[in-house]
Protein backbone atom coordinates (compact mmCIF):
# COMPACT_ATOMS: atom_id res chain seq x y z
CA UNK A 1 0.00 0.00 0.00
CA UNK A 2 2.75 2.38 0.90
CA UNK A 3 4.55 1.31 -2.96
CA UNK A 4 1.45 2.38 -4.31
CA UNK A 5 0.58 5.50 -2.48
CA UNK A 6 3.91 6.46 -2.60
CA UNK A 7 4.36 6.06 -6.48
CA UNK A 8 0.93 7.91 -6.59
CA UNK A 9 2.10 10.91 -4.33
CA UNK A 10 5.50 11.58 -6.25
CA UNK A 11 4.04 11.24 -9.62
CA UNK A 12 0.93 13.70 -8.76
CA UNK A 13 4.00 15.97 -7.14
CA UNK A 14 6.24 16.00 -9.98
CA UNK A 15 3.24 16.71 -12.18
CA UNK A 16 2.36 19.88 -9.91
CA UNK A 17 5.39 21.13 -10.14
CA UNK A 18 5.80 20.20 -13.55
CA UNK A 19 2.05 22.26 -14.19
CA UNK A 20 3.20 25.51 -12.15
CA UNK A 21 6.86 25.45 -13.97
CA UNK A 22 5.87 25.07 -17.35
CA UNK A 23 1.99 26.55 -17.91
CA UNK A 24 2.21 28.57 -14.88
CA UNK A 25 0.19 29.02 -11.10
CA UNK A 26 -2.78 29.64 -13.06
CA UNK A 27 -3.29 26.46 -15.28
CA UNK A 28 -2.12 24.86 -12.12
CA UNK A 29 -5.66 26.27 -10.50
CA UNK A 30 -7.42 24.78 -13.09
CA UNK A 31 -6.16 21.45 -13.05
CA UNK A 32 -6.63 21.37 -9.05
CA UNK A 33 -9.66 22.79 -9.43
CA UNK A 34 -10.93 20.06 -11.72
CA UNK A 35 -9.50 17.59 -9.69
CA UNK A 36 -11.13 18.42 -6.80
CA UNK A 37 -14.70 18.07 -8.31
CA UNK A 38 -13.62 15.10 -9.45
CA UNK A 39 -12.11 13.66 -6.36
CA UNK A 40 -15.54 15.06 -3.93
CA UNK A 41 -17.59 13.12 -6.81
CA UNK A 42 -15.69 10.25 -7.02
CA UNK A 43 -15.13 9.75 -3.21
CA UNK A 44 -18.65 10.23 -2.40
CA UNK A 45 -19.56 7.65 -5.33
CA UNK A 46 -17.28 5.18 -3.98
CA UNK A 47 -15.49 5.18 -0.79
CA UNK A 48 -18.48 4.12 1.62
CA UNK A 49 -18.77 0.76 -0.19
CA UNK A 50 -15.56 0.67 -0.38
CA UNK A 51 -15.07 1.10 3.19
CA UNK A 52 -17.57 -1.60 3.67
CA UNK A 53 -16.56 -4.06 1.54
CA UNK A 54 -13.40 -4.31 2.99
CA UNK A 55 -14.77 -4.91 6.50
CA UNK A 56 -16.94 -7.34 5.18
CA UNK A 57 -15.43 -9.42 2.99
CA UNK A 58 -12.55 -9.61 6.17
CA UNK A 59 -15.09 -11.02 8.36
CA UNK A 60 -16.91 -13.33 5.54
CA UNK A 61 -14.90 -14.07 2.82
CA UNK A 62 -16.80 -16.32 0.80
CA UNK A 63 -19.49 -13.88 -0.11
CA UNK A 64 -16.55 -12.37 -2.12
CA UNK A 65 -18.04 -13.27 -5.83
CA UNK A 66 -21.62 -11.40 -4.51
CA UNK A 67 -19.75 -8.31 -3.34
CA UNK A 68 -17.40 -8.06 -6.62
CA UNK A 69 -20.29 -8.80 -9.24
CA UNK A 70 -23.35 -7.44 -7.45
CA UNK A 71 -21.11 -4.41 -6.02
CA UNK A 72 -19.29 -3.50 -8.94
CA UNK A 73 -23.13 -2.94 -10.97
CA UNK A 74 -24.17 -0.97 -7.65
CA UNK A 75 -20.84 0.93 -7.85
CA UNK A 76 -21.48 1.63 -11.69
CA UNK A 77 -24.93 3.08 -10.94
CA UNK A 78 -23.53 5.47 -8.10
CA UNK A 79 -20.62 6.07 -10.40
CA UNK A 80 -23.13 7.77 -13.06
CA UNK A 81 -25.09 9.17 -11.44
CA UNK A 82 -21.92 11.19 -9.67
CA UNK A 83 -20.91 12.61 -12.90
CA UNK A 84 -24.04 13.65 -13.30
CA UNK A 85 -24.51 15.81 -10.70
CA UNK A 86 -21.03 16.85 -10.89
CA UNK A 87 -21.87 18.15 -14.44
CA UNK A 88 -24.78 20.09 -13.15
CA UNK A 89 -23.14 21.52 -10.15
CA UNK A 90 -20.51 23.23 -12.17
CA UNK A 91 -22.97 24.22 -14.83
CA UNK A 92 -24.50 26.22 -12.12
CA UNK A 93 -21.35 27.88 -11.07
CA UNK A 94 -19.72 30.59 -12.83
CA UNK A 95 -16.71 29.21 -13.88
CA UNK A 96 -15.19 30.09 -16.78
CA UNK A 97 -15.63 28.22 -20.00
CA UNK A 98 -12.23 26.70 -20.22
CA UNK A 99 -12.53 25.89 -16.55
CA UNK A 100 -15.33 24.14 -16.23
CA UNK A 101 -14.12 21.90 -19.78
CA UNK A 102 -11.39 20.63 -17.48
CA UNK A 103 -14.09 19.80 -14.77
CA UNK A 104 -16.19 18.18 -17.42
CA UNK A 105 -13.60 16.00 -18.68
CA UNK A 106 -11.61 15.33 -15.87
CA UNK A 107 -14.95 14.18 -13.88
CA UNK A 108 -15.39 11.15 -16.72
CA UNK A 109 -12.50 9.40 -14.58
CA UNK A 110 -15.12 8.85 -11.35
CA UNK A 111 -16.66 5.85 -13.83
CA UNK A 112 -13.24 3.66 -14.12
CA UNK A 113 -12.09 4.84 -10.13
CA UNK A 114 -15.00 4.21 -8.52
CA UNK A 115 -15.04 0.65 -10.45
CA UNK A 116 -11.61 -0.56 -9.24
CA UNK A 117 -12.34 0.44 -5.70
CA UNK A 118 -14.84 -2.61 -5.69
CA UNK A 119 -11.65 -4.63 -6.73
CA UNK A 120 -9.23 -2.76 -4.36
CA UNK A 121 -11.54 -3.36 -1.46
CA UNK A 122 -11.52 -7.27 -2.31
CA UNK A 123 -8.01 -7.13 -2.40
CA UNK A 124 -7.14 -4.79 1.22
CA UNK A 125 -9.82 -7.53 2.48
CA UNK A 126 -7.76 -10.62 1.57
CA UNK A 127 -4.42 -8.37 2.47
CA UNK A 128 -3.16 -8.87 -1.09
CA UNK A 129 -2.62 -5.10 -1.52
CA UNK A 130 0.83 -5.96 -3.64
CA UNK A 131 -1.95 -6.72 -6.78
CA UNK A 132 -2.81 -3.14 -5.96
CA UNK A 133 0.38 -1.92 -6.72
CA UNK A 134 1.66 -3.96 -9.54
CA UNK A 135 -1.82 -2.68 -11.23
CA UNK A 136 -1.08 0.80 -10.61
CA UNK A 137 2.27 2.12 -10.07
CA UNK A 138 3.54 1.39 -14.05
CA UNK A 139 -0.13 3.50 -14.79
CA UNK A 140 1.30 6.41 -12.53
CA UNK A 141 4.46 6.60 -14.20
CA UNK A 142 3.87 6.04 -17.92
CA UNK A 143 1.04 8.65 -17.26
CA UNK A 144 3.11 10.80 -15.98
CA UNK A 145 5.81 10.38 -18.60
CA UNK A 146 2.69 10.99 -20.84
CA UNK A 147 1.30 14.26 -19.82
CA UNK A 148 5.06 16.23 -19.40
CA UNK A 149 5.46 15.21 -23.10
CA UNK A 150 1.81 16.37 -24.00
CA UNK A 151 2.85 20.01 -21.58
CA UNK A 152 5.97 20.03 -23.80
CA UNK A 153 4.11 19.88 -26.88
CA UNK A 154 1.95 22.57 -25.20
CA UNK A 155 -1.27 21.13 -24.92
CA UNK A 156 -3.47 22.28 -22.49
CA UNK A 157 -4.92 21.23 -19.50
CA UNK A 158 -7.87 19.69 -21.10
CA UNK A 159 -5.65 17.27 -22.66
CA UNK A 160 -4.02 16.35 -19.11
CA UNK A 161 -7.67 15.57 -17.82
CA UNK A 162 -8.00 13.25 -20.73
CA UNK A 163 -4.90 11.35 -20.12
CA UNK A 164 -6.14 11.28 -16.58
CA UNK A 165 -9.47 9.48 -17.66
CA UNK A 166 -7.71 6.91 -19.95
CA UNK A 167 -5.47 6.02 -17.27
CA UNK A 168 -7.80 5.18 -14.74
CA UNK A 169 -9.59 2.73 -17.42
CA UNK A 170 -6.48 1.02 -17.91
CA UNK A 171 -5.83 0.78 -14.10
CA UNK A 172 -9.59 -0.69 -13.35
CA UNK A 173 -8.97 -3.55 -16.98
CA UNK A 174 -5.58 -4.29 -15.40
CA UNK A 175 -7.17 -5.43 -11.52
CA UNK A 176 -9.94 -6.93 -13.64
CA UNK A 177 -7.62 -9.33 -15.07
CA UNK A 178 -5.80 -9.79 -11.65
CA UNK A 179 -8.81 -10.22 -9.54
CA UNK A 180 -10.05 -12.70 -11.54
CA UNK A 181 -6.80 -15.15 -10.77
CA UNK A 182 -8.07 -15.18 -7.19
CA UNK A 183 -11.76 -14.74 -6.96
CA UNK A 184 -13.80 -17.21 -8.81
CA UNK A 185 -17.14 -14.58 -10.36
CA UNK A 186 -20.47 -15.75 -10.06
CA UNK A 187 -22.13 -13.74 -13.08
CA UNK A 188 -25.39 -12.81 -11.58
CA UNK A 189 -26.69 -9.59 -9.74
CA UNK A 190 -28.30 -10.50 -6.33
CA UNK A 191 -31.17 -7.46 -5.52
CA UNK A 192 -31.48 -8.39 -2.21
CA UNK A 193 -27.28 -7.96 -1.45
CA UNK A 194 -27.92 -4.99 -3.42
CA UNK A 195 -30.27 -3.35 -1.56
CA UNK A 196 -29.24 -4.15 1.91
CA UNK A 197 -25.83 -2.66 0.74
CA UNK A 198 -27.79 0.16 0.07
CA UNK A 199 -28.89 0.62 3.45
CA UNK A 200 -25.88 -0.19 5.20
CA UNK A 201 -23.76 1.41 3.40
CA UNK A 202 -25.85 4.91 3.82
CA UNK A 203 -23.70 5.66 7.13
CA UNK A 204 -20.24 5.34 5.29
CA UNK A 205 -22.13 7.49 2.07
CA UNK A 206 -22.56 10.28 4.20
CA UNK A 207 -19.60 10.18 6.12
CA UNK A 208 -16.76 10.07 2.92
CA UNK A 209 -19.46 12.74 1.27
CA UNK A 210 -18.62 14.99 4.37
CA UNK A 211 -15.12 14.24 4.89
CA UNK A 212 -14.27 14.81 1.29
CA UNK A 213 -16.04 18.11 1.35
CA UNK A 214 -14.36 19.21 4.78
CA UNK A 215 -10.92 17.93 3.34
CA UNK A 216 -11.58 20.11 -0.21
CA UNK A 217 -13.79 23.06 1.21
CA UNK A 218 -10.77 25.16 1.12
CA UNK A 219 -10.36 25.18 -2.49
CA UNK A 220 -13.73 25.49 -3.05
CA UNK A 221 -14.05 28.82 -1.24
CA UNK A 222 -11.04 29.81 -3.13
CA UNK A 223 -12.53 29.25 -6.48
CA UNK A 224 -15.59 31.53 -5.81
CA UNK A 225 -13.79 34.32 -3.99
CA UNK A 226 -9.88 34.05 -4.87
CA UNK A 227 -8.79 33.08 -8.39
CA UNK A 228 -6.87 30.40 -10.06
CA UNK A 229 -3.68 31.73 -9.17
CA UNK A 230 -4.40 31.62 -5.27
CA UNK A 231 -5.77 28.33 -5.94
CA UNK A 232 -2.73 27.15 -7.94
CA UNK A 233 -0.44 28.32 -4.75
CA UNK A 234 -2.83 26.86 -2.32
CA UNK A 235 -2.58 23.34 -4.12
CA UNK A 236 1.31 23.83 -4.47
CA UNK A 237 1.34 24.36 -1.33
CA UNK A 238 -0.72 21.21 0.06
CA UNK A 239 1.00 18.75 -2.35
CA UNK A 240 3.87 19.25 -0.20
CA UNK A 241 1.80 17.29 2.41
CA UNK A 242 0.59 14.48 -0.11
CA UNK A 243 3.63 12.50 1.09
CA UNK A 244 2.51 11.89 4.47
CA UNK A 245 -0.90 11.85 3.89
CA UNK A 246 -0.61 9.07 1.16
CA UNK A 247 2.08 6.66 3.96
CA UNK A 248 -0.55 7.73 6.55
CA UNK A 249 -3.77 6.61 4.77
CA UNK A 250 -1.39 3.63 3.69
CA UNK A 251 -0.44 3.15 7.03
CA UNK A 252 -3.91 2.83 8.40
CA UNK A 253 -5.49 1.12 5.39
CA UNK A 254 -2.89 -1.63 5.56
CA UNK A 255 -3.43 -2.41 9.33
CA UNK A 256 -7.39 -1.93 8.97
CA UNK A 257 -8.65 -5.96 8.70
CA UNK A 258 -6.15 -6.43 11.03
CA UNK A 259 -8.14 -3.88 13.40
CA UNK A 260 -11.27 -5.54 12.27
CA UNK A 261 -10.06 -9.10 13.44
CA UNK A 262 -9.25 -7.89 16.55
CA UNK A 263 -12.62 -6.37 17.84
CA UNK A 264 -13.11 -10.08 18.98
CA UNK A 265 -9.69 -10.74 20.63
CA UNK A 266 -10.32 -7.85 23.12
CA UNK A 267 -9.54 -4.40 23.76
CA UNK A 268 -5.96 -4.87 24.57
CA UNK A 269 -4.94 -6.10 21.33
CA UNK A 270 -6.63 -3.17 19.60
CA UNK A 271 -4.90 -0.80 21.62
CA UNK A 272 -1.56 -2.12 21.26
CA UNK A 273 -2.43 -2.03 17.33
CA UNK A 274 -3.45 1.35 17.51
CA UNK A 275 -1.12 3.09 19.70
CA UNK A 276 2.21 1.31 17.29
CA UNK A 277 0.39 3.14 14.67
CA UNK A 278 0.11 6.45 16.09
CA UNK A 279 3.52 6.28 17.65
CA UNK A 280 4.65 5.87 13.75
CA UNK A 281 3.18 8.56 12.03
CA UNK A 282 3.86 11.02 14.75
CA UNK A 283 8.01 10.03 14.20
CA UNK A 284 6.93 11.00 10.57
CA UNK A 285 4.92 13.88 11.29
CA UNK A 286 6.69 15.87 13.96
CA UNK A 287 9.72 15.94 12.46
CA UNK A 288 7.99 16.99 9.01
CA UNK A 289 6.64 19.96 10.50
CA UNK A 290 9.62 21.49 11.92
CA UNK A 291 11.22 20.60 8.57
CA UNK A 292 8.41 22.81 7.08
CA UNK A 293 8.78 25.88 9.52
CA UNK A 294 12.83 26.33 8.95
CA UNK A 295 12.81 25.47 5.11
CA UNK A 296 9.06 26.23 3.77
CA UNK A 297 9.77 29.53 1.89
CA UNK A 298 12.91 27.86 0.37
CA UNK A 299 11.11 25.01 -0.50
CA UNK A 300 8.12 26.36 -2.03
CA UNK A 301 10.78 28.68 -4.46
CA UNK A 302 12.88 25.71 -5.37
CA UNK A 303 10.01 23.31 -6.37
CA UNK A 304 7.41 25.89 -8.20
CA UNK A 305 9.08 29.51 -8.67
CA UNK A 306 9.62 32.35 -6.99
CA UNK A 307 5.76 33.73 -6.66
CA UNK A 308 4.76 31.11 -5.05
CA UNK A 309 7.25 32.43 -1.83
CA UNK A 310 4.13 34.54 -0.79
CA UNK A 311 2.52 31.03 0.39
CA UNK A 312 5.22 30.62 3.18
CA UNK A 313 3.62 32.23 6.15
CA UNK A 314 0.14 29.54 5.28
CA UNK A 315 2.38 26.33 4.67
CA UNK A 316 3.75 27.38 8.32
CA UNK A 317 0.32 27.67 9.27
CA UNK A 318 -0.85 24.57 8.13
CA UNK A 319 2.31 22.45 8.88
CA UNK A 320 1.35 23.05 12.70
CA UNK A 321 -1.57 20.56 11.73
CA UNK A 322 0.23 17.39 11.47
CA UNK A 323 0.44 17.32 15.14
CA UNK A 324 -2.80 16.42 15.12
CA UNK A 325 -3.44 14.38 12.27
CA UNK A 326 -1.70 10.67 13.16
CA UNK A 327 -4.78 11.05 15.74
CA UNK A 328 -7.35 11.63 13.47
CA UNK A 329 -6.42 9.21 10.91
CA UNK A 330 -5.82 6.33 13.40
CA UNK A 331 -8.65 6.82 16.01
CA UNK A 332 -11.08 6.88 12.67
CA UNK A 333 -10.41 3.69 11.55
CA UNK A 334 -10.81 2.44 14.74
CA UNK A 335 -13.92 3.54 15.48
CA UNK A 336 -15.15 2.44 12.05
CA UNK A 337 -13.55 -1.34 13.11
CA UNK A 338 -15.54 -1.52 15.78
CA UNK A 339 -19.03 -0.35 14.40
CA UNK A 340 -19.33 3.40 15.39
CA UNK A 341 -19.04 4.90 12.16
CA UNK A 342 -21.90 7.32 13.22
CA UNK A 343 -19.13 8.88 15.07
CA UNK A 344 -17.01 9.46 12.17
CA UNK A 345 -19.92 10.79 10.66
CA UNK A 346 -20.62 13.20 13.26
CA UNK A 347 -17.32 14.90 13.31
CA UNK A 348 -16.93 15.32 9.66
CA UNK A 349 -20.70 16.88 9.95
CA UNK A 350 -19.52 18.81 12.52
CA UNK A 351 -16.14 20.16 11.01
CA UNK A 352 -18.07 20.47 7.65
CA UNK A 353 -20.09 23.08 8.78
CA UNK A 354 -18.20 24.96 11.42
CA UNK A 355 -14.79 24.88 8.64
CA UNK A 356 -17.50 26.10 6.24
CA UNK A 357 -19.12 29.38 8.45
CA UNK A 358 -15.31 30.20 9.22
CA UNK A 359 -13.66 29.57 6.32
CA UNK A 360 -16.03 31.57 4.15
CA UNK A 361 -15.01 34.55 6.97
CA UNK A 362 -11.63 34.05 7.29
CA UNK A 363 -10.71 33.37 2.96
CA UNK A 364 -13.04 36.73 2.12
CA UNK A 365 -10.76 38.40 4.46
CA UNK A 366 -6.99 36.59 4.15
CA UNK A 367 -7.22 34.70 0.96
CA UNK A 368 -4.38 32.50 1.64
CA UNK A 369 -3.60 32.46 4.89
CA UNK A 370 -7.43 32.08 5.68
CA UNK A 371 -7.61 28.71 4.30
CA UNK A 372 -4.37 27.84 5.76
CA UNK A 373 -5.88 28.91 9.21
CA UNK A 374 -9.13 26.81 8.21
CA UNK A 375 -7.27 23.92 7.92
CA UNK A 376 -5.51 24.33 11.03
CA UNK A 377 -9.01 24.43 13.21
CA UNK A 378 -10.31 22.16 11.13
CA UNK A 379 -7.90 19.86 11.94
CA UNK A 380 -7.93 20.56 15.83
CA UNK A 381 -11.41 20.38 16.18
CA UNK A 382 -11.17 16.85 14.57
CA UNK A 383 -8.84 16.14 16.64
CA UNK A 384 -10.46 16.57 20.30
CA UNK A 385 -13.39 14.97 18.68
CA UNK A 386 -12.07 12.21 17.86
CA UNK A 387 -9.90 11.79 21.03
CA UNK A 388 -12.91 12.24 23.28
CA UNK A 389 -15.42 9.48 21.45
CA UNK A 390 -12.29 6.89 21.26
CA UNK A 391 -11.99 7.42 25.30
CA UNK A 392 -15.74 7.13 26.38
CA UNK A 393 -16.88 4.44 23.62
CA UNK A 394 -13.66 2.48 23.77
CA UNK A 395 -10.52 2.72 25.90
CA UNK A 396 -7.96 5.60 26.89
CA UNK A 397 -4.37 5.59 25.23
CA UNK A 398 -1.02 6.42 27.33
CA UNK A 399 -0.43 9.36 25.36
CA UNK A 400 2.86 9.76 27.27
CA UNK A 401 4.25 6.22 26.09
CA UNK A 402 3.10 7.22 22.21
CA UNK A 403 4.65 10.56 21.97
CA UNK A 404 7.82 10.35 23.71
CA UNK A 405 9.61 8.83 20.98
CA UNK A 406 8.47 11.41 18.52
CA UNK A 407 9.04 14.11 20.66
CA UNK A 408 12.64 12.99 21.41
CA UNK A 409 12.66 12.97 17.13
CA UNK A 410 11.44 16.37 17.07
CA UNK A 411 14.03 17.96 19.90
CA UNK A 412 16.91 16.08 17.85
CA UNK A 413 15.84 17.44 14.08
CA UNK A 414 15.58 21.20 15.46
CA UNK A 415 18.79 20.81 16.97
CA UNK A 416 20.14 19.62 13.92
CA UNK A 417 18.08 22.77 11.79
CA UNK A 418 19.39 25.67 14.11
CA UNK A 419 22.81 24.01 13.51
CA UNK A 420 22.43 24.37 9.71
CA UNK A 421 21.13 28.05 9.81
CA UNK A 422 23.76 28.92 12.37
CA UNK A 423 26.62 27.78 9.08
CA UNK A 424 24.26 29.38 6.32
CA UNK A 425 24.67 26.24 4.13
CA UNK A 426 22.46 26.18 0.65
CA UNK A 427 19.07 24.83 0.23
CA UNK A 428 20.33 21.86 -1.11
CA UNK A 429 23.04 20.74 1.47
CA UNK A 430 20.54 21.55 4.41
CA UNK A 431 18.03 19.73 2.93
CA UNK A 432 20.19 16.55 2.27
CA UNK A 433 21.64 16.87 6.01
CA UNK A 434 18.42 16.97 7.97
CA UNK A 435 17.27 13.96 5.50
CA UNK A 436 20.20 12.50 6.58
CA UNK A 437 20.05 13.33 9.93
CA UNK A 438 16.37 12.01 10.09
CA UNK A 439 17.14 8.70 8.26
CA UNK A 440 20.57 8.02 11.27
CA UNK A 441 17.46 8.78 14.08
CA UNK A 442 15.27 6.64 12.72
CA UNK A 443 17.61 3.99 12.33
CA UNK A 444 19.40 4.36 15.93
CA UNK A 445 15.52 4.50 17.53
CA UNK A 446 14.69 1.13 15.57
CA UNK A 447 17.72 -0.66 16.77
CA UNK A 448 16.81 0.31 20.42
CA UNK A 449 13.43 -0.64 20.45
CA UNK A 450 14.12 -3.65 18.97
CA UNK A 451 16.59 -4.11 21.95
CA UNK A 452 19.77 -2.74 21.14
CA UNK A 453 22.20 -3.68 18.62
CA UNK A 454 23.11 -6.88 19.77
CA UNK A 455 19.53 -8.20 20.06
CA UNK A 456 19.34 -6.92 16.28
CA UNK A 457 22.59 -8.60 15.04
CA UNK A 458 21.49 -11.89 16.41
CA UNK A 459 18.37 -11.65 14.45
CA UNK A 460 19.97 -11.22 11.56
CA UNK A 461 22.74 -13.67 12.09
CA UNK A 462 19.86 -16.27 12.79
CA UNK A 463 17.49 -15.16 9.49
CA UNK A 464 20.67 -15.74 7.75
Known amino acids: MIINRLAQSITTFVLTACIARILGAEALGQYLLGFT ?4 FVNIASQGLKTLFTREIAREPEKTPVYLISGTWLQLIFGFLSYVVLV ?28 SNITEAIFQAKEKMHLIAIATVPVYVIRLLIMLWAMRMNYGIDYLAAILVISESVILIIEWILITGIVKTKWEIDGDFVWNTIKNARTFLAI ?8 RIQILILSLSGSEFIIGVYGGIMQL ?45 LPLC ?76 YNLLG ?11 AFIQYVYFSYTLLFPLNLWQIVRSPLLMSILMVIVFIILEKIHLNFLWTLAIATCSYTLFVNILSIHTLGGMHTVWQKLVRKG
Open 290 to 365: IGLLFIGKNLLTFIYNPSFAQGSLALSVIALSLIFTPFNQSLSFLLVANGFEIVNLRQVAINTTLGSLVGIVLVSQ
Open 241 to 285: FQPFFIISNSICIAIFPGLSKAVSQGRENQQRIISNCIEILLIIA
Open 208 to 215: EALAVVNG
Open 88 to 115: IVVFLLPYSSETSTVCYIMGLAIIPFSL
Open 371 to 381: AAIMTFLMSFI
Open 37 to 40: YYFI
